[in-house]
């Protein structure tokens, strides 16, 4: 104990110093912890980004780019799953509800999902919660649109603005559905997922945007169609992109999974949303990695520069050594006084660390979940949180002991000899 409160005294002695180590160690433990909570917490947004869907459907491609168009809003369709076939497998028995889903239009950037109202009902994110209206309602009419928050917000958006969809999906588009303008009848409430930047129109209005689109080209202008002459026409969609589906027993799942990779009237493909989301972090969980390792890095600097603080002020300190060694110190107290003196410095730092980082999360905990979708809670730290915070102090002292084995062979007359 008397050791403790010696390292403590002086330390004290040398407070800006030892303020400046703590700094910057409580800088390195709350960056590597901090980038350990928002991995996790990203992580969990990434699969929370649908909920209680069972299977999607779509064209028979790859499972990671089925996901990445479904849910991501990511890439183009190579082909489209017919309505014959979405009706086919939506009345099954065991389906209890579909989701529709078609893409290939933009709005300034922005991805149009034309659906129905089953998408407001069933749709489901971060662990089963709903889409719920900030503003507004569903769509009801024709050319109504539901937008999602992030929409709204960067374009300033109000219930009754009208706006108008591009053909295509790239980020500039030079075709617009200038005569079949929409109106906003609704703003989602914000969810952290590709719903926020998502403008959602129903599917007959999909159809009604291409009712005089014949290979990918708009008719001329005195051969277009008026959305009044639009509405009298029969707009069932031909096809959608891809669905959702829920089923009314999850045992049925794998049955009915096996049945559509297997349909005969045309390829089609089912996947598990889990089973592949958790392929897909395993693909982009690289980068976290390395962002981890460079953390710890970060760390270790701050230690490195610790121990080259107290291997600086040895030289001042051999007098001290010298005094505590000729009022009976043996030459493994000033080691272990040198070792405390690490360790208290990576303790002050650590749960400095620990409080900076839970500052942050505090401070940035709506930015980040409205603004990126990554929700962090406010919890206690975890085992893999703490163990992180034991390496650093075992590091810490083990970084303690080059100096303190320095001091440890400094000898008594070293320390009292006379130097000109």
Known sequence: MWLLRLA?????????????????????????????????????????????????????????????LSVFRLGNADANVSWKSYQKIAHHPDVAWTIPISLGDMHRGFRVLGTNGDYFLHYRFNAGRPLTFERGGPFRDLF????????????????????TLSHGTGEVSFVDHADKPFHI???????????????????????????????????????RLTPDEVRARDLTPDSVTAFLVGMRSKVMTFTMQR?????????????????????????????????IIVSAFVVAAGLLGMMTSIL??????????????????????????????????ALAGTLGGVCLCYGLVVATQTFLGTRLGIDIAIRPLGFEDIAILIAVLASALVAGMIPAFRAYRNTLSDGLQLRT
Do not use: C
Request: charged share 15%.
């Open 185 to 223: 009848v609704g703003i989602l409430a914000p969810t952290g997922t590709p719903v926020d930047r998502t403008v959602h129109v129903s599917l007959e209005a999909i159809s009604a945007m291409h009712a005089d689109w014949q290979g990918g080209t708009q008719a001329p202008k005195k051969f």
């Open 8 to 68: 403590f005294n002086s330390l004290r002695n040398r407070l800006s110093t030892a303020l400046l180590t703590v700094s910057t160690i409580a800088l390195s433990v709350a960056l590597l912890l901090g980038v350990h909570m928002v991995r996790n917490a990203a992580r969990e947004s990434f699969e929370n980004t649908l909920s209680g869907t069972d299977l999607i459907v779509g064209a028979r491609t790859g499972p990671i780019d089925l996901l990445l």
């Open 312 to 345: 600086a002020g040895l030289n001042e300190r051999r007098r001290e050594m010298a005094i505590l060694r000729s009022v009976g110190a043996r030459a493994h107290h000033v080691f272990s006084l040198l070792v405390a003196e690490s360790g208290l410095l």
């Open 144 to 163: 109504d649109a539901v937008v999602g928050a992030d929409v709204a917000r960067t374009m300033h958006y109000e219930i009754g603005t009208q706006i």
């Open 259 to 291: 049945a559509i990779n297997s349909y005969r009237e045309e390829p089609l493909l089912a996947i598990l949303p889990g089973v592949t989301l958790t392929e897909l972090w395993n693909l982009v969980g690289v980068a976290d990695t390395a962002l």
